[in-house]
């Protein structure tokens, strides 16, 4: 048993910081992390109710850049942690402080949101940064210095890695306006190669299923940030238009949504494809678009609702496919880097992919396009289970009969 198992492990202000096991038993969130998310997703929700203003001003060419850069670093330095904790959480008194200096870096990284949006005065996003990763820094330092050989240089190429993309953002402070979105681009590269490269002569001890509930978790925190938004709209409409016939088709449709997303992430056991590097990095590389998607459903509904009481200059046709396309993005990205791997068979495979499709159609479905939606979302869940049964019950058939046969 690990020595961080619950019955050994030991707390104190600083203990030396091993590497954790794959295999270690009851590996679960700790409360930290939930409060480590739950900050973080207060800088989501800044990225969110900025991108809204974009979109109902009818400047998506604007928004929806702004929004994809400050979610790419909100969502870069959670996985940062994410990955890190998973591999080497002493939760010690000197881990915890480090962590809650991130959380203070994420707070002054949302707090300069607004700004960043508005004039490109990325001041205070870049300040925020470096407080994260000056604490990340810190936390793989401290690896390094309790491991040794092919370990301790994995955890030194992180150091250096984030040190030197942190120096790069200083291109946001310091080159032109129309520079900044080509440096962002190159700079996330650069950063998504850091792990990459620092885990080649060693790769760090993850847990397969630690990491498969950390994203579920954040997930589920999106969404209740997504329902907190789409209430607001909604209630904000009521109390300025009263129009409450022409807001519920778009908040039973939104509620649908967020429900069938629930429940269409956590039907599969992920954490089983999860048996190395290759599979991880793919995998949590590309909840990316996931993370991003879903909480742009919760901005989608509040542009609806604004358009439906008058207050947004864009389209009825604008308003839904602000809500259907990031809907259509969740279910194919859901399948593409998630749930395909434990599907069999042409029909469970095409589920996802096929709503994708019908939900973006669903965009012309006028005033109650969002509705349109939300029941295909319904009835993927509903499609998915029945085969999914069927797909059981079929087995169980299958192994019955083999061992009457082989008795």
């Not at 038993?25 to 997703?41: K, W, Y």
């Not at 996330?188 to 994203?215: D, N, S």
């Not at 742009?296 to 358009?307: F, L, Q, T, Y």
């Amino acid at each position: 048993m690990s020595d961080h198992s619950p019955t050994t492990r030991s707390y104190g202000v600083v203990r030396r910081m091993t590497a954790r096991g794959r295999d270690e038993e009851h590996r679960t969130a700790t409360p930290l992390e939930l409060f480590f998310d739950l900050c973080f997703v207060v800088a989501v929700a800044q990225a969110g109710r900025q991108l809204v203003h974009a979109l109902a001003e009818g400047n998506p060419s604007h928004g929806i850049p702004g929004y994809l850069m400050m979610f790419f670093a909100v969502w870069w330095a959670w996985m940062n942690f994410t990955w890190f904790s998973s591999a080497y959480d002493t939760d010690d008194v000197l881990f915890r402080v480090t962590t809650l200096i991130q959380i203070a870096g994420v707070l002054v990284l949302a707090a300069g949101i607004p700004r960043a949006f508005d004039s490109g005065d990325f001041r205070a996003v870049w300040f925020g940064y470096l407080v994260m990763r000056l604490a990340m820094v810190a936390q793989w330092l401290r690896a390094a210095h309790s491991a040794a050989g092919a370990e301790r240089c994995a955890a030194m190429r992180y150091a250096q890695g984030v040190s030197l993309c942190q120096v790069g953002w200083l291109g946001l402070l310091l080159l032109p306006q129309h520079a900044k979105p080509w440096l962002f681009l190159v700079m996330a590269l650069l950063e998504l190669t850091v792990p990459v490269i620092a885990e080649r002569p060693y790769q760090t001890g993850w847990h397969p299923h630690h990491i498969a509930e950390r994203y579920g978790l954040f997930l589920i925190i999106v969404l209740g940030e997504t329902v907190s938004a789409a209430t607001v709209a909604v209630q904000s409409g009521v109390d300025q238009h009263g129009g409450l016939g022409t807001l519920l088709p778009i908040a039973a449709g939104g509620l649908l949504l967020i429900f069938a997303a629930y429940w269409i992430y956590f039907a599969v056991p992920i954490h089983l494809h999860l048996a190395s590097n290759r599979q991880a990095f793919l995998w949590g590389y590309g909840h990316y678009p996931v993370f991003a998607s879903v909480a742009v459903i919760g901005a989608g509904i509040e542009v609806a609702v604004e358009e439906a009481t008058g207050k947004a200059h864009i389209s009825a046709l604008a308003a839904a496919a602000a809500v259907t396309v990031p809907a259509a993005l969740f279910l194919f990205t859901v399948w593409l880097v998630h749930s395909r791997h434990q599907k069999r068979g042409l029909a469970q495979q095409s589920v996802l992919p096929v709503s994708a499709v019908l939900v973006l159609a669903c965009t012309f479905g006028g005033r109650w396009a969002v509705l349109l939606a939300g029941l295909v979302a319904t009835g993927t869940v509903a499609t998915g289970v029945t085969l999914t049964t069927r797909a059981a019950r079929a087995g169980a058939a299958a192994s019955a009969q083999q061992a009457g046969t082989e008795a």
